[in-house]
């Protein structure tokens, strides 16, 4: 079961896996460098909570960035990354199919140390744009998803890739039903909830 509280990520993991709580948790492997990423936000006046069984930092009711860990690396992923100069060239896309460069991979606590004037540089501007209510502009080509799926798809590497394989109409349907939703909290329950039926490749209303 997917975590809800902060302290459990950086104690047992993300909760999405069966590695939960186990020694060989990706959270537990890569803690001191998640402490590391974690203090730089909270230190620049992030408002620290959980979304997508991640830490998500906001600021002006905005999301500005998540933290992950996988096997291989822990990472930070800036939301709304179109938005961000990248003046130092350090960002990447988050997987194969994502459609922004908006992460940057650390495999070690002393990477973290090294680039802390750039995140401490790049989550300030994200932060002005997000005071100043500015959004990256929408492609007139692009499916008009809600934004809590978008920040989902960021947060999630396997889900981005499934949602993104999925035929136009699939993804529609997703878009509608989770836009139906009057509240940010039941767009989340929803996306939650359609994960299983987006990576076996399925629509929304589809069984």
């Not at 992950?68 to 961000?84: C, P, Q, V, Y």
């Not at 802390?116 to 492609?139: C, D, F, N, S």
């Amino acid at each position: 079961m997917m975590i809800t509280e902060i302290e459990d990520f950086f104690t047992k993991g993300c909760g999405r896996c069966d590695r939960f709580a186990t020694p060989d948790c990706s959270a537990r492997r890569w803690a001191d460098g998640l402490n590391a990423l974690r203090e730089i936000c909270r230190d620049c006046g992030l408002v620290e909570t959980v979304k997508w069984a991640h830490p998500c930092y906001m600021h002006a009711g905005r999301n500005i960035a998540l933290l992950g860990a996988f096997r291989g690396d822990f990472r930070i992923t800036f939301l709304n990354a179109a938005l961000l100069k990248d003046s130092e060239n350090v960002l990447e896309p988050q997987g194969p199919n994502s459609r922004q460069a908006g992460t940057i991979r650390f495999t070690g606590a002393d990477a973290v140390a090294a680039m802390e004037p750039v995140l401490r540089a790049y989550l300030t501007e994200a932060m002005g744009y997000a005071q100043a209510g500015i959004r990256p502009p929408k492609k007139e080509t692009d499916l008009d998803l809600p934004d809590e799926l978008t920040e989902a798809l960021d947060a999630d590497p396997e889900l981005a890739e499934a949602f993104h394989g999925l035929t136009p109409g699939r993804q529609r349907s997703y878009a509608i039903v989770i836009s139906g939703a009057k509240t940010t909290q039941t767009r989340l329950r929803r996306i939650a909830g359609f994960r299983g039926k987006i990576l076996a490749g399925k629509g929304a209303n589809e069984r």
